[in-house]
C-alpha cells in the first residue's frame, strides 16, 4: 500500500488508485526517456554528477504526497535520506548526487532530453540542455526523437486534477505546486 495511514482505509483506496495511476505514468516516462537517451546517448553528457539541473523544483501534490509515501517506506524500513541542508539548489542534492533518485519527480526524469512542446504563441518549442547535443544539427529534431512534454504534462495535470478533488488533509487549487523542500522538512 501507498498510503500509510491505516485509519482513513476508504480515502486510503482512493489515494492508491491515484499513486498507482501515477506510478503507471512515470512508468511511461522512464521506458520513452530510456529510448531517447539510447537515441541521443553520443551527445548527451547527463551523468551521475553531473547536477546543472537540481533545483528546488515545485511540484504538483499528487507527486508530493507519492513521493512522500515512498520516503516514507524507506526511512519505516531503517533507510536514511539525506539531504544537503542548504536552501539554494535542491534539497536532496548530496555531494552532487540524488539521494531520492528512484522516487524524483518527473521534471527531474527528463531533464538532458530533447522536450518539444508548445509555446504560449502555440509554436512548437524545443528544449534541451546547455551541455547536451552541442554538435548536433537541431533541423534532425522530430516528434519521434523528442520527448512529448505537452503529452505528458496533460497527462500529469489530469492525474492531480483528480487526486485533489478527494483529497481531504488539505484543500489544494488546481494550479497549485509544493516546493521538493516541504518534503525534508516532513522528514524531520
Known amino acids: 500500500m501507498y498510503f500509510t495511514l491505516a485509519s482513513k482505509n476508504n480515502r486510503m483506496e482512493a489515494y492508491n488508485e491515484h499513486f498507482s495511476a501515477y506510478k503507471e505514468l512515470r512508468s511511461t516516462i522512464d521506458t520513452v526517456a530510456d529510448t531517447l537517451s539510447a537515441i541521443h546517448k553520443h551527445h548527451m553528457k547527463c551523468k551521475k554528477g553531473c547536477d546543472l539541473c ?48 528512484k522516487h524524483r519527480p518527473v521534471i527531474c526524469r527528463t531533464h538532458g532530453l530533447p522536450l518539444l512542446y508548445t509555446n504560449d504563441d502555440y509554436e512548437w518549442e524545443l528544449s534541451t540542455c546547455e ?27 489530469m492525474l492531480n486534477k483528480k487526486f485533489i478533488t478527494e483529497f481531504r488533509e488539505k484543500k489544494y487549487d488546481e494550479p497549485e505546486r509544493i516546493p521538493l523542500k516541504k518534503l525534508a522538512e516532513q522528514m524531520l
Request: net charge positive.
Open 131 to 157: 551541455l547536451n547535443f552541442r554538435k548536433y544539427d537541431y533541423g534532425r529534431f522530430t516528434p519521434d526523437n523528442t520527448f512529448p512534454q505537452d503529452k505528458i504534462n496533460s497527462r500529469l495535470f
Open 54 to 101: 537540481c533545483m528546488d523544483y515545485a511540484i504538483l501534490p499528487i507527486e508530493f504526497h507519492f513521493i512522500q509515501n515512498e520516503i516514507n517506506a524507506e526511512m519505516n524500513m531503517g533507510k536514511t535520506i539525506k539531504t544537503s541542508g542548504k536552501s539554494d539548489g535542491c534539497i536532496f542534492l548530496k555531494n552532487n548526487s540524488c539521494t531520492i533518485y
